[in-house]
């Protein structure tokens, strides 16, 4: 079955510290990868994706994640983060055939202290 | 810059009331999604739809779930007789393509059964 494990529940950084938050998926065929995040009380935005091509994609607001196949891995990361950047982070994932849903992580939620 | 838009923002309904999610799309999609997001857990996918009809549902989605698209614009999810584990966040999505274009979520309904 389809899934994707995000293992930092709660994360909580001091302004300008860097950040990863881990990704892995399980799926037998190709994917493509997505980085959603929820600031208190807001939707679901983007911040980046990937379909193919360079393995290392950049969003916005300065994130930046690396797919490594071999590794079934899509880490987020940001050099420097800022108290703006506290929210929810969800990595997802969606079949390029088949299916037609998103299946997402449970989500890690990032305090950062200013 | 295009939006997919839910009303309302916040329902609260008493058990076993029916109750109408609406979205409206972005105007050029053609694949249309709910999702749910229950207080603490995971984004979860309930259906999809395509064409006028249901791609793919969930073991979520039973017959007490229904959706349409009435009339070209709107997107609604019908819940028809609501449980108390039907509280929980639902989030409307579209995407332009189903391969090579990230899926827009709106704002979500928080709904309450009491």
């Given amino acids: 079955a389809q899934s994707v ?6 994360v909580i950084l ?6 990863e938050l881990g990704c892995n998926y399980s799926y037998g065929g190709t994917v493509n990868l997505f ?5 208190p009380g807001q939707h679901l935005q983007l911040l980046l994706k990937y379909f193919s091509g360079d393995p290392l994609v950049k969003g916005i607001k300065g994130f930046e994640a690396e797919f490594i196949k071999s590794k079934f891995s899509f880490n987020l990361r940001k050099p420097s983060v800022q108290w703006s950047d506290t929210a929810e982070y969800f990595c997802a994932v969606s ?3 088949g299916t037609y849903k998103y299946i997402f992580g449970t989500g890690t939620r990032l305090k950062v202290l200013a | 810059e295009p939006e997919v838009t839910q009303t309302p923002s ?5 058990m076993g009331q029916e109750v109408i999610l609406r979205c409206v799309p972005i105007s050029n999609h053609l694949y249309f999604y709910w ?5 603490g857990q995971k984004v979860e996918f309930l ?6 009809e249901i791609s793919e549902k969930s073991e979520i989605f039973d017959d007490q779930f229904s959706v349409e698209r009435p009339d070209g614009s709107n997107f609604t999810l019908k819940i028809r007789s609501t449980k ?6 639902y989030f409307c999505a579209s995407s332009g393509d189903r391969s090579f274009t990230e899926a827009f979520f709106g704002q979500g309904t928080r709904l309450t059964v009491v």
Avoid: C, G, K, P
């Fill in chain 1, 5 to 10: 494990s995000q293992h930092n529940h709660h």
């Fill in chain 1, 14 to 19: 001091s302004e300008a510290a860097s950040l």
């Fill in chain 1, 35 to 39: 980085w959603y995040v929820q600031y």
């Fill in chain 1, 95 to 97: 079949a390029t055939s």
């Fill in chain 2, 10 to 14: 916040h329902q609260v309904t008493q």
């Fill in chain 2, 35 to 39: 999702y749910r997001q229950i207080l």
């Fill in chain 2, 47 to 52: 259906v999809s739809f395509y064409n006028n």
């Fill in chain 2, 84 to 89: 108390l584990e039907d509280s929980a966040m």
